[in-house]
């Protein structure tokens, strides 16, 4: 009541509609379980959160993770694959999701029938349609061949996101940005993505590119969005290949495969000097990046995601110490995600419950989706 504030009748009518649509339970009432002290004794409720599942995706290019969770959000079975990314016709691309929400769904002991709300994040910029715009080479059509239109044969309430958009949802939910309302996520493994939260509002653009980072091939010293994991490797590598390892040196002589930008981060650790300038120059690479965040948007927070993200330390404290020369605003605080490689199919869990929260009582379905769980 205090909440809604709607009388008493009312809010009771409206629990008793949601008890017969079967997304609440009624539970003893407060004289029954001791808490009653004097008046009417209080009706108590409970979501029914086994009543349906929602599905969170990280659809990359090369794998698949899949979440099924109830509808608080709690996971149910997770499951991670990894698949063919040069195979990326529509059809493949479109078998390889439905198989592994089928698969997960079976090791959830679920079935399609339960499935309230699926959300998928993608690769590619997706407006608030679940489309994504032409790309010169096709790729971003090829990341989504009409995924939405696929899943809504069977899924009540599909959602599409970006990727890095999905990463910012699972920060602001229960991780690095958690309270806060401006703030930037950087996915910054192989390519740099970016979900940006403004006034607690997800930026999406009006065809889903407030995040692409292409622009980073024009800013001076950044040069490109391949990301700060892919960066590192190419900075060894580069060197080894030109010579320029010291004699003796622990890279010398590694297969390329082994020349990665964690082995240098892992020997800068131990006190490598050579490794040392690898993790400085990834330093002023995360502070001019961060810098532009800072001018374009002004965040209170710029957090790094992605599997890079715990190897990072040593080059966030690089850029940290050379941040307040670069941004001419308040300088934004600067953090490393700690929900690693899954935060993309987290965020997906969340946007999907919270779809689902926003539409459920809009479908007509509704009704016979939640039967059979009474």
């Keep these: 009541m205090a909440a809604t504030g709607l009388t008493r009748t009312t809010t009771i009518d409206a629990l008793d509609e949601l008890i ?15 808490e009653y002290r004097k008046g009417r004794p209080s009706r108590r409720f409970d979501l029914r959160s086994d009543a ?7 659809a990359g290019r090369s794998h698949l993770t899949t979440t099924i969770a109830d509808l608080r959000g709690n996971p149910i079975a997770t499951e991670m694959r990894e698949i063919d990314g040069s195979d990326d016709s529509p ?16 090791a959830a002991g679920q079935t399609r029938q ?40 069977w899924v009540p309430i599909v959602r599409l996101e970006n990727d890095a958009s999905l990463a910012a949802i699972a920060e602001g939910a229960v991780g690095a940005a958690t309270g806060c309302r401006d703030y930037v996520v950087l996915l910054a493994g192989d390519r740099f993505g970016a979900g940006v939260v403004m006034d607690g509002r997800l930026l999406r653009g009006a065809h889903g590119g407030a995040g692409e980072m292409a622009a980073f091939g024009k800013v001076l010293d950044v040069g490109s969005a391949n990301g700060m994991g892919s960066r590192l ?21 590694l297969p390329e495969d082994q020349l990665t930008g964690r082995a240098a981060l892992d020997l800068a650790r131990s006190g490598d000097a050579w490794s040392r300038s ?36 040593q080059v966030a404290e690089v850029a940290r110490a050379l941040l307040p020369a670069e941004v001419d605003l308040a300088v934004p605080e600067l953090v490393l995600s700690s929900l690693g490689a899954g935060s993309v199919a987290t965020g997906a869990v969340h946007a ?23």
């Design 20 to 34: 017969d649509i079967g997304l609440l339970r009624e539970l003893p009432n407060a004289r029954a379980v001791g």
């Design 52 to 58: 349906a599942v929602v599905v969170g995706m990280h």
């Design 91 to 106: 059809t493949s691309r479109r078998d390889a999701v439905l198989t592994a929400i089928d698969s997960a769904l079976l």
């Design 114 to 153: 339960g499935v309230l709300a699926a959300c998928l994040g993608i690769p590619a910029p997706v407006d608030a349609h679940g489309n994504s715009p032409s790309h010169r080479d096709a790729f971003w059509q090829r990341m989504n061949p009409d995924l939405r239109s696929m899943l809504e044969d």
């Design 233 to 253: 490797t190419e900075w060894v590598r580069e060197a080894a290949a030109a010579g320029e390892l010291p004699p003796g040196h622990p890279l010398v002589g």
């Design 278 to 313: 690898i993790v400085e120059r990834g330093g002023e690479l995360m502070a001019r990046i961060t810098a532009v965040f800072g001018s374009l948007y002004d965040p209170s927070r710029v957090i790094v995601a992605g599997a890079v993200a715990e190897d990072l330390d």
């Design 352 to 374: 999907a419950v919270e779809s689902a929260r926003a539409d459920v009582l809009h479908l007509g379905v509704v009704p016979q989706l939640l039967a059979a769980a009474r």
